[in-house]
């Protein structure tokens, strides 16, 4: 047993051993439709460095009464409507059932209103989204001595303020949530949070978990950002994207860490020819 500080309500006291990402996706992400596990472990995403690895990212970090908040609060119910290894994905049947009450055609799949189907927990898809990107943001997780996504001093407290069920989301926070319509060899895939996109007036944070992608959108103005409208707790209707193809987004992603050094087996893995300068990841 470890004794320390809790970094969500500060108390004193034993820690659990906490999973960056809850520890059954590490499980669904390598399981393969016959029930047998993948050779290909997940995929890691860290400020400048994309691979895959076996190695579960864990560290004492919240006690025992954080972790059943964010168990309850999140990750039960986001892990029983995930992508399984038979094809089982409840999420994407809701939405699908839900679809026809005035789903709007996008270029990449549909946008569907959560609000017209009541199975659809949006309360907890986007704590759990923030509560993965807070998790990252703040330890020091050791891919490769890269820093993950961060919040930064000004976001932080925010978050944390809103995990421990003091206020609403944030203002300053969008949670946008996309869901595989169809599978796909990389609806396995799980990244850890990365930071796609730095932009004026707010940072937009990523990763993937099997059949779904999270975007968070955190600044002080993401309000002009055209995608806030999509957040899932304040978008009109609480849009969720159907996308057509998640692998899309997948491989644009590992396209994009071409510039933060991705290994050699990924670069091959997504035929993504090695730019020159550029070299690889041991
Ligand atoms: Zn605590």
């Known amino acids: 047993m470890v004794t320390g500080t809790c970094r969500l309500c500060g108390s004193n006291t034993q820690l659990c051993d906490s999973h960056l990402l809850p520890k059954a ?6 399981m393969e439709r016959d029930g047998t596990l993948s050779k290909r472990q997940p995929i890691t995403m860290g400020d400048g460095i ?8 864990k560290t004492y970090l919240l006690c025992s009464d954080c972790e059943t908040r964010f168990s309850s609060g999140g990750e039960q119910w986001v892990i029983a409507h995930c992508l399984k290894a038979t094809g089982e994905f ?10 026809p009450n005035g789903a709007q055609r996008l270029k990449t799949g549909y946008s569907v209103r959560a609000a017209d189907c009541d199975s659809i927990d949006i309360d907890k898809l986007a704590y759990f989204a923030v509560s993965v990107l807070w998790r990252a943001s703040v330890h020091h997780w050791g891919i490769r001595d890269k820093r993950l996504s961060s919040l930064g001093e000004k976001f932080e407290p925010l978050a944390r303020e809103y995990l421990l069920g003091h206020i609403g989301l944030p203002e300053e926070f969008a949670v946008l949530v996309k869901v595989a319509l169809t599978g796909s060899d990389y609806v396995n895939a799980m990244y850890t949070p990365s930071l796609a996109t730095k ?4 940072h937009h944070h990523s990763f993937v978990i099997p059949g779904i992608q999270f975007d968070v959108l955190v600044g002080t103005n993401i309000q002009a ?4 409208q999509g957040c899932i707790v304040r978008g009109d209707g609480h849009p969720v994207l159907l996308m057509t193809d998640i692998s899309g987004i997948v491989r644009a992603q590992v396209n994009a860490s071409v510039k933060s ?11 993504i020819a090695r730019r020159q300068g550029v070299k690889p990841a041991p």
């Open 25 to 30: 996706l590490y499980k669904y992400a390598r």
């Open 50 to 57: 994309a691979l895959r690895s076996a190695r579960q990212l």
């Open 90 to 99: 409840p999420l994407r049947d809701l939405l699908v059932k839900a679809a």
């Open 199 to 202: 932009t004026r007036g707010y």
């Open 225 to 228: 950002a055209d995608r806030a």
């Open 261 to 271: 050094k991705p290994s050699r087996g990924l670069l091959d893995e997504f035929g």
